[in-house]
């Protein structure tokens, strides 16, 4: 175990440069723990332009990219490092499939090009090896966006990169690329892939499965995930090939990123506070409570929500059981945007009620803000393959109200109010009353038994959920994947 590797990790979004989701905290917090464990990472992602070329590095030389029967594209290369670290990132410049306003569509509708923007990133990926003479030991790919790469090692470029192995990251199986038959033309991998156990889904080409049926390793995002996408319920049409495949797969939960989610160094929070020093919380309360012109009272349980608007996350859920929650001595402030009519409806609601406030739209200070102010914090998602806001929220002692699902069921403990115990409240049923009556259990544990609420946030915060020791799991992972590789080439 102790070879130092070359990893090349290809990820459609990356923190700080352009986030949608939880796969863009991963990107921009594994690499750098993995370079401290001594491997050296270089990370890839598109320059979208939304992403400032002022702080970029411009390479001299275009980067050439064949795109099978649509010919060859020629692209940009600019280089920078993580922030805080040496790890090196490369933005693959190609104006007429990354210079638009979002990251994968605009709405609730996606690019109709997709299949083909990310199939050129995915190449551009190991052309940019070629071009800085770099032969990783292995190619590390995450979600549908780049699930091509295992399958573009063992054909289009085997002959250049006859030693890498191959990973997947599963961070969200719901979204799986699918495409036209016509894409093959552009992967340039044969026709002989498009079969039922690797590329076919339907008459068309599934990204995901290709890249499921092809890499030497597959991970997801905690243990939890990694049995539930097994299962008709979570595995969105594709849990008998991943059984097929389970020899190769591994859940590993997210760590978290402790020198930016840290309430005794947070610069975007009222007050700094640590777990033995908490008059910075109740501070950090006052300040959320005025920001959003809710009542001042420290008494009232306040609960916070930052997230996509999506039905994933449990937001239909939240929208059936809102005005009834709201009867109740209660505070609820949600950050996120998403859906139209999600957006609209809880809109109308903050309109009507004083003791609800909204902010439609993404604020990275609101979100520590909302994560340091708030008494617990709301994840009812419908599945969650790993989740990192109750882990932040573990850290801020924010109790976490979640539904017994992947990561989230993996990261909290109930409450047990006969023991005190527990780091959270848990409820199992993806039903509005299940959501319902755990909510107001939360609140009246905060409300009449203050010493047990107290002695779970202690609990929660001194939970440590450390990159490093994910670094070091994925570390097992790519010596399995290259003795899988090498294993079968004997």
Known sequence: MSKNLTIVFSASEVVPFAKTGGLADVAGALPKALSVLGHRVIVVMPRYYTIDRASLEKLPAPLGVPMGNLGEFWAGVYRSTLPHSEVEIYFIDYEAYFGRGELYGEGDEAYGDNDKRFV????????????LHVTPDIVHANDWHTAILPLLLKSRFVHDFASTASVLTIHNLQHQGYCEKEILDVMEVGQEHFNPYELEQFGRVNLLKGGIATADAVTTVSKKY????????????????????????????????????????????????????????????????????????????????????????????????????????????????GETWAERFFSEV???????????GYSNALAHQ??????????????????????????????????????????????????????????????PEALYHTVIWAGDVYAHHKKVFKKMQRTAMKEKFSWREAAKAYEKVYHFALEQKHGREQ
């Open 120 to 131: 050129f990133f995915s190449k551009a990926v190991l052309q940019l090896c070629k071009m």
């Open 226 to 337: 990694a049995h539930e996408i097994q299962t008709p319920a979570f595995g969105f049409g594709l849990e008998r090939h991943i059984q097929a495949h389970s020899h190769k797969l591994f859940g590993i939960l997210n760590g978290v990123d402790y020198e930016e989610w840290n309430p005794a160094t947070d610069r975007y929070i009222e007050a700094p506070y640590d777990v033995g020093k908490m008059k910075g919380k109740y501070l950090c309360k006052k300040a959320l409570q005025t920001h959003f012109g809710l009542p001042l009272n420290e008494e009232v349980p306040l609960i916070g929500f930052v997230g996509r608007f999506a039905e994933q996350k449990g937001i239909g859920l939240i929208a059936s059981v809102i005005e009834r929650l709201l009867e109740h001595k209660i505070q609820i402030v949600m950050l996120g945007t």
């Open 350 to 360: 903050a309109q009507r009620r004083e003791n609800f406030a909204l902010h439609v």
């Open 370 to 431: 909302i994560e340091a102010g708030s008494d617990m914090f709301l994840m009812p998602s419908l599945f969650e393959p790993c989740g990192l806001n109750q882990i932040y929220s573990l850290r801020y002692g924010t109790l976490p109200i979640v539904r017994a699902t992947g990561g989230l069921d993996d990261t909290i403990v109930n409450c047990d109010t006969q023991k005190g115990t527990g780091n959270g409240f848990k409820f199992y049923d993806a039903t």
